[in-house]
T-cell receptor, first 116, second 114 residues
Framework: GENVEQHPSTLSVQEGDSAVIKCTYSDSASNYFPWYKQELGKGPQLIIDIRSNVGEKKDQRIAVTLNKTAKHFSLHITETQPEDSAVYFCAARLVSGGGSNYKLTFGKGTLLTVNP | DAGVIQSPRHEVTEMGQEVTLRCKPISGHNSLFWYRQTMMRGLELLIYFNNNVPIDDSGMPEDRFSAKMPNASFSTLKIQPSEPRDSAVYFC????????????FGNGTRLTVT
């Protein structure tokens, strides 16, 4: 099955700096890579996703890059703010027309702390 | 939309007691997932329902765990008897039938078994 490794497990940055979280996946067939943000006491919420036919996607201060050859994908947050402090999870899934396209495999998470 | 609704938010029970966690998925979503989150193991998929039918329960830890989805708007996860090692946050998530649709999580139930 798919295995997703996520690094670092904790990340502390100063407000205004950039933050980068990296993930690798094992199944080259995976073609959908979402990122989730989990705030204290809440469930994970989707913040951005990327499909394998795209190398980069950006949404305001958040961007995700994908390297299919290396099986790497990364989350980039620019101009970080204290409200960006949370746990971030990467995930990978094979989306196909068959019946096995439900399983989303998560990384172990990164605790991001943005210091004012 | 109110999102995925889980109840209770917190549950404290004694070892050996039965625990029932409840979930109302987003209206119109046809897939429902139960996850367990712990510091040691992260997010683990317990069971997946599609159109109210259990498709994959290979993540259910043991026979003490059971899940049902009697209709499209309600699901339960039951632990009987509960044990201290079941202490975790349990999340329910739902998704629409669109192939690339994301998971929508509830805010979870924090279960403590003493």
């Amino acid at each position: 099955g798919e295995n997703v490794e996520q690094h670092p497990s904790t990340l502390s940055v100063q407000e205004g700096d950039s933050a980068v979280i990296k993930c690798t996946y094992s199944d080259s067939a995976s073609n959908y890579f979402p990122w989730y943000k989990q705030e204290l006491g809440k469930g994970p919420q989707l913040i951005i996703d990327i499909r394998s036919n795209v190398g980069e996607k950006k949404d305001q201060r958040i961007a995700v890059t994908l390297n299919k050859t290396a099986k790497h994908f990364s989350l980039h947050i620019t101009e970080t703010q204290p409200e960006d402090s949370a746990v971030y999870f990467c995930a990978a899934r094979l989306v196909s027309g068959g019946g096995s396209n439900y399983k989303l495999t998560f990384g172990k998470g990164t605790l991001l702390t943005v210091n004012p | 939309d109110a999102g995925v609704i889980q109840s209770p938010r917190h549950e404290v029970t004694e070892m050996g007691q039965e625990v029932t966690l409840r979930c109302k998925p987003i209206s119109g979503h046809n897939s429902l997932f139960w996850y367990r989150q712990t510091m040691m193991r992260g997010l683990e998929l317990l069971i997946y329902f599609n159109n109210n039918v259990p498709i994959d329960d290979s993540g259910m830890p043991e026979d003490r765990f059971s899940a049902k989805m009697p209709n499209a708007s309600f699901s339960t996860l039951k632990i009987q008897p509960s044990e201290p090692r079941d202490s975790a946050v349990y999340f329910c998530a739902s998704r629409s039938r669109d192939r690339f649709s994301p998971l929508h999580f509830g805010n979870g139930t924090r279960l403590t078994v003493t």
